[in-house]
């Protein structure tokens, strides 16, 4: 139904009642959801453009300015014949006109006033369900500003006291919504300022570099745990200091006594074949 009514171009009244009741029927799908449809918005908002001359006029696809249906709009309504009661009632009236306009579709014969005074009043009616329908949306000002600006027009322009009167109440209504809509700023909670702590400064009268300051005697045993902890911290870095020499040098010396060790079997296997070769050397002499 939203892409009848956006992509549509209605051509004559007849088009218009059909979208009509293409927005009745959509809207008791939601009436109880409270769907946001904005084509129906839309729809309604350039059929009441419409009915105005006025270049400040909103409207929305598929209507255009300049078009024959906008002129047929624009004349000047009769004050007899009038739609009004409950939505049954409305959706016979549409019901009606659609066959009438179906009657006339394709002749030269116009509709009457009357009838576009119907159709006025109906769209006014489904302009006002729409809005007790969406008034709790935080845009509703937004979304039925051009409505607002449409009906202005063409309250400044009817001539016909019984569409201007209905063009007036539809106005005074949309305004009472729109004023009851109203956004409330978002603003950082208000909190009172925090003061700067004053401490009274303390004073020594006779002043001693090397007096300690007098504590109290949770601040001593702390200070006295303090002073515990460095100490053996300090100790305990001092035997560890020991430890490490102490193992460094025992390690040296093992490392020194298997390099003597190593050194004098060398030289022990070195004279071993020295002797050798000494032997062989005169055995061969005294084969000679």
């Not at 008034?135 to 009817?158: D, M, R, Y």
Request: glycine share 4%.
């Amino acid at each position: 139904m939203a892409q009848l009514l956006f992509k549509c171009q209605p051509a004559c009244i007849c088009d218009v009642l059909r979208g009509l009741v293409v927005c009745y029927t959509c809207f008791e799908f939601i009436e109880v959801s409270k769907r946001y449809v904005p084509e129906l918005v839309n729809y309604l908002c350039s059929v009441v453009g419409c009915f105005s001359r006025s270049s400040e006029a909103f409207l929305f696809r598929p209507f255009s300015r300049k078009s024959k249906l906008r002129e047929q709009l624009s004349q000047s309504c009769s004050s007899t014949d009038g739609v009004s009661g409950s939505n049954e009632e409305r959706s016979s009236v549409l019901v009606e006109l659609l066959m009438d306009a179906t009657t006339h579709h394709g002749s030269e014969q116009e509709f009457s006033p009357s009838s576009r005074l119907a159709v006025a009043r109906v769209c006014l009616k489904l302009l006002l369900s729409l809005m007790d329908t969406y008034k709790h949306l935080p845009s509703f000002s937004e979304i039925f500003q051009p409505v607002k600006t449409n009906l202005e027009c063409w309250a400044g322009e009817e001539q016909c006291l019984v569409a201007k009167e209905l063009c007036v109440s539809a106005l005074e209504a949309l305004n009472g919504c729109m004023s009851d809509s109203c956004k409330i700023v978002l603003q950082l909670l208000k909190q009172k300022p925090k003061s700067i702590k004053f401490f009274e400064p303390k004073f020594d009268e006779v002043y001693e570099v090397n007096r300690r300051k007098a504590r109290s005697r949770v601040s001593g045993e702390k200070q006295r745990l303090k002073h515990k902890v460095k100490r053996e911290r300090k100790g305990a870095i001092r035997e560890l200091k020991k430890d490490s020499s102490f193992l460094a040098r025992e390690k040296l010396k093992d490392q020194l006594e298997r390099d003597a060790e190593r050194e004098k079997k060398t030289r022990q296997i070195m004279q071993d074949l020295e002797m050798m070769q000494h032997e062989s050397k005169r055995e061969r002499l005294k084969k000679h």
